[in-house]
Every structure is written in structure tokens, then in C-alpha cells.
């Protein structure tokens, strides 16, 4: 200031708060489902390539777990997409709190389901997993005054078993749902590398 001959400093202020909170809004609808709120296939993508990174520095294991849902189709068509949208919620819920709190569950479109099952130390492992999953989902939903039974058809591919990278274990998790769809669904089905016919183990299914 030439009058006072003080150095001053002039300048505006404006409270950003709403502006972050716009932009952390639009960050997660491009990042999750807007039905269930689980991540869609974009986030889902980014956590299996971040977790095959890890794994393959530190020589660990992981998997994937595709989950379709079986008689879905008929309550949806039969019922009506409100209803359709609320046993998806209920699958939802029900799958949160089956897998463990280190998985990721994902929603990658209409009925299907996939979780990335972290910290797995052997082929073994997942099996149990799948099977709660499975069993989870066999209980009925009540939805507005109506009781919908619905299975799942569960397709389990493990890092570096059945895949070396996020594609080839996405084929190899797909491949094992639909066998698990073919074998009378209802079911879980592990991809094996070794060549063998599939065996049932109860509902569970290697192959």
C-alpha cells in the first residue's frame, strides 16, 4: 500500500465444499452400480488388476467368483422390474454378508454377480466360500407379500491355476459358471487345469 507502506494481500475466498461433494458424487455413480451400490465392472476391473499385481510380486493367490442367478429371468418378467429390482437389493445384501470383509462383490450387469476373493492360500479355499454364497442365496425372499425362491449358479477360477491375467481368469471363472448352469444349476464349479470329468461333491463341482 503506497499510503501505509505496508505489503498487502488482496483476494477472494469461496467455499469449495459443495463443489468436492458434486465431484465425489459423480466419481461413484461412474464407479458403482446405481441399484445395489456395489462397484460395476469399471471399479471391479481396477481392484482385480491392482490385487493380480500384488499377487504376482508376492507369488499369492486370489480368485474369481462369478455368481448367476437361476429363475431370475421368470420372477422378473412375471412380477415386474419393481420387484425384479428388489430381490436384486435382497441378493445383494444377502451376498455382503456371506463373503468375507477382504472380497470384493461387484454387480456387472442384469442378474450376475462377481466377487474377487482375496487373501485365498489354496484351491481349497474358495470352495467353502461359494458354497455359503450358495447356500445363502437358497432362502426364500419375501418381497411384498410374495415368497421368491431363487438358486445361483457359481463359477470359481483361481490366480495362477486357471489364468495367468484378468482375461483368461474371467474366461476360466465364466466357463465353470456355465457348467454349474448345465449341470442342473443350483451348483459351484471350480475350473481345474488337470483334464478331468467334472465330479459332484455335494453341490460343489470341480472340474
Not at 51 to 69: C, E, H, P, V, Y
Not at 72 to 94: A, M, P, Y
Not at 164 to 174: C, K, M
Amino acid at each position: 500500500n503506497p499510503r501505509t507502506g505496508r505489503l498487502e494481500f488482496h483476494g477472494v475466498s469461496r467455499d469449495i465444499t459443495e463443489r468436492k461433494k458434486a465431484e465425489e458424487y459423480i466419481r461413484h455413480m461412474a464407479q458403482h452400480d446405481a441399484l445395489t451400490g456395489l462397484p460395476n465392472r469399471v471399479l471391479f476391473d481396477e481392484h482385480v488388476a491392482a490385487t493380480l499385481a500384488l499377487s504376482r510380486r508376492n507369488s499369492t493367490k486370489f480368485g474369481l467368483m462369478f455368481i448367476d442367478l437361476d429363475k431370475f429371468k421368470k420372477i422378473n418378467d412375471s412380477f415386474g422390474h419393481r420387484v425384479g429390482d428388489l430381490l436384486l437389493q435382497g441378493v445383494t445384501s444377502r451376498v455382503l454378508q456371506t463373503v468375507r470383509a477382504s472380497d470384493a462383490p461387484a454387480r456387472i450387469g442384469g442378474d450376475e454377480f462377481v466377487v474377487l476373493l482375496r487373501e485365498i492360500r489354496s484351491t481349497h479355499d474358495a470352495l467353502p466360500l461359494a458354497e455359503k454364497v450358495r447356500l445363502a442365496l437358497c432362502e426364500p425372499f419375501e418381497i411384498e407379500g410374495h415368497s421368491f425362491a431363487i438358486s445361483a449358479s457359481i463359477g470359481i477360477a483361481l490366480y495362477p491355476d486357471h489364468g495367468f491375467d484378468a482375461i483368461e481368469l474371467s474366461r476360466s471363472a465364466d466357463a465353470a459358471m456355465y457348467q454349474a448352469k448345465g449341470g442342473g444349476r443350483n451348483q459351484v464349479t471350480m475350473e481345474f487345469v488337470e483334464t478331468e470329468q467334472a465330479r459332484p461333491v455335494g453341490n460343489v463341482f470341480r472340474r
